[in-house]
Structures are given as C-alpha cells and as structure tokens.
C-alpha cells in the first residue's frame, strides 16, 4: 500500500520497521471519527473552492460509502496498513478514483489524528457519564429499599457509630457525581477543533476552520497551530478522571467484599456475580468485586505511562504520541466494563438483616450521643470526653452494660446525668437525633434520596 510520505523515500521501508510502526491494529478503532473529520474537510475545501465541487461531492459520496461499511461492520481493515487515514484514503481512491488524492490537502496526520483521538474522547466521555448516572440509580434503588436498615459505620476498620444503610449509599452517589463533572471539565477543554494546523505551522491555503469546527460539533476552534497537534492534555486529563473514577470503584468494591465475608455478613452477592473454589465446594467468591478492585491498579500505570510518555518530548508531533492509544482504549473499555458490572450487582444485592440488626447492639456505638447528651447540660467538650470513656471503661472492665446502671451508679460519673440518658441507647434514637445537615438523620436521608431521586431521572 502506497504511503502518504513515500515520494521523499528513495527505497521501501524495511518489514521490521513497518511492523514495529504501523498502527492500524489499534488506531482502526478510530475509522469512523476519521470519517467525520473527513467529510467536514472536504465539504470545506468545496466551499472555499480549494478544490472544485465536483471533487468535493465525489469525495463526500465515497467517504459516506466507507462509513455505512464502517457503521455496518462490514469494513475490512487490512493489517498491512500504515495507519487508518492512509488505509482509509486508499479504500476511497478505489472508490472515487483520483479525486480522493485531493483529500488531504490543507491537513496532515498530525492534526487529524488530533481530531479523531478528540472526537473519540468526547463522544466516550459522555458515554461514560450516562453510564456512571446508571450505576447512582442502581446505587439509589439499593438505598431507597433499604432505607429503614441501620448498620455500624466505621473508621480504622472498627466499629464507630451507627448510620442508615442508605446514609453510607448516598455517599457512594456523591462520589460518583465528582467523577461526573471531572468527567465533563475533561470533555470541555477536549472540546476544541484542531483541523487545519496542519503538521505545525498552519496553511496558506484559504481555509475556514470555523466551518469545519460547526460541521462537526465543536463549540471552538484551537488558536495556535504548534500546540493543537502536539497538545495531548486532554488524554491526559481524560485517564486521569478515569483513574479517580476507578479507585472510587475500588473502594466500594472493597466495602461490599468485606460485608460479603461471614465476619461481616452484612450482604448477600447474588450468584451470578460470585464464583467457586476448585477445591472447596462450600466457597462463595466475591471475584467480580475482586477483579474490578484490581483492574483499577490498570487505570493508574495507563496514566503513569501517558504521563511519562509526554514529559520528555519537545514540541510539536513526534511518533512516542502514536502510543498515547493503547493506554486511553484499555481505560475507556474497563471502566466502561466495570460500571456495568456493579450497576447489575447492586440490582441483585441482598442484605442480611437480622445479622447487621445483632452488630449494632453495642452501647459504645452511642458513647458519642452520651456525650453530646452531657454537653447540652452545660459539660464541655473534654470534661464530657472523659466521662463517658471512664463510663465505658468501667463498665466494659467489670462486664456490666450502661442501660443496667442505677441512678445513683450514673450520677458518680456526672452529676449531670439522669435516667433520661438511657434512651440514647439504642440505634433508632441515634440516628433521629441528628440534626446537621448532611447528616444521617431518617428525615434528611428521605430528602436527599428524594432529591437524587429527582435529579438523576431528570
């Protein structure tokens, strides 16, 4: 296959080097965002009668040709091709004859690849939004069944107080909803059409790169030529936000894997999430939370490699840029993967009530609303710590509980305390009696479920 640069060669390219080289094995992933950038050019050298319109329609009619193929699947990529612009600008001069060599006038690969890896972010980036809403709304009918359930929160790994089930979801919610708008800043500043740089330095040829920009979508038009084909920022930013969207997977699933063991067991996975030991035939393996905990660690070294890829290189195009593909196709693809994944396992997660009922029958779950209590007597703050750790100290020491207390036993702890303390005792009264906002008080947590409720079936 003739190459786009080979007039300059004097021989061939030695097969090795083509091998090492040649890019179509990923880049083909990219044919028809090549078609888009293609046809919007050539409608734009018709009209700026760069070439004549008749050449522009054949090119247009042959280039809409490919994309049917392409839409269709039925396009064959040859493996022997360069790249998929030389591949696709050949396909065509089969189709159309000499006018397709007409094509790529006032353009290079330098800014067309630009453009397809930016027409290829953008359209994933929004794919993988709509699929991140998807999995909060799985995550938000989970919470909305459950509402009612109270269960032990925890800091260091130990128990610490008592939350709603739902309380601990919506969390989950909101840090989707930063991935979200990482997501959309991303798709923002990848928003800018660079077509018509040309290699480095721009065209003599009366171009309307503003034209191309409406044809395809574009809210702006790149405004210096040397950095619109050596700018891979947006990539750059794009693995980024997918990296942080994977360790939010990775710590949900990490969650989820330890309420799965039967030292918590707070859940039940359904099965067709779980897999078997060839040895032991009563296991239960949470490997789907597993590998989507693992796979994440894949998301980071994509970024580390983009990013080291980048750090050394001078401006503008060099050929390392060609490997910024791999990396951000193997992102998209898992993260893609892993959201449905845990989108369809939490349509399927059951939780084992009676068992999260039992753990949070610990009076030193509420040492915080005693506290409290003792605070709004008039105690202050490190006075009333150091009760009620004493209090539970003792109790704990001598295997007595709080609620068997007398009177007389609370009041030689504090003077302040009466038999009204013992209310707090129990995990219905310390999830009600929070008020902050933002807390998991049931009235507040029904909102914030009715809010996201609202706002994600917008």
Known sequence: MKKLWGSRFEGKTDQLADRFSFSIAYDHRLA???????????????????????DAKKIVAGLKKIGKQIDHGTFKFDPQAEDIHTYIQSELRKIIGSAADKLHTARSRNDLIVLDMKLFCMVELITIVNAVALLQKAILEFAQKNKDIIMPAYTHLQQAQVVL??????????????????????FERADAMPLGSCALSGTSLPTDRDFVAKELGFNAVTRNSIDSVSDRDFIVESLSHLAILGMHFSRIAEDLILWATREFNFINIDWSMCTGSSIMPHKKNPDILELIRGETAGLYSNLNELLVLLKGLPLTYNRDLQLDKPALFQSVDKVKEMLALLAKLFSG???????VKRRISDEALFSVDIMEYLIQKGVAYREAHDIVGNMIRQCTDKGKKIADLTEGQLKNFC?????DVKKLLNPEMS???????????????EKQIAKWKKFLHA
């Open 32 to 54: 028809k965002y090549d078609i888009m950038g293609s046809l919007a050019h050539a409608r734009m050298l018709g009209k700026c009668k760069i070439i004549s319109q008749a």
């Open 165 to 186: 089930l739902a309380h601990h979801m919506l969390a989950y919610i909101e840090m989707l909803e930063r991935d979200k708008g990482r997501l959309m800043d991303a």
């Open 349 to 355: 997660l059951q939780v084992n009530k009676s068992t």
């Open 415 to 419: 003077p302040k305390f009466s038999p």
């Open 431 to 445: 999830v009600k009696i929070k008020k902050s906002l933002g807390s998991t008080n049931p009235a507040s947590v």
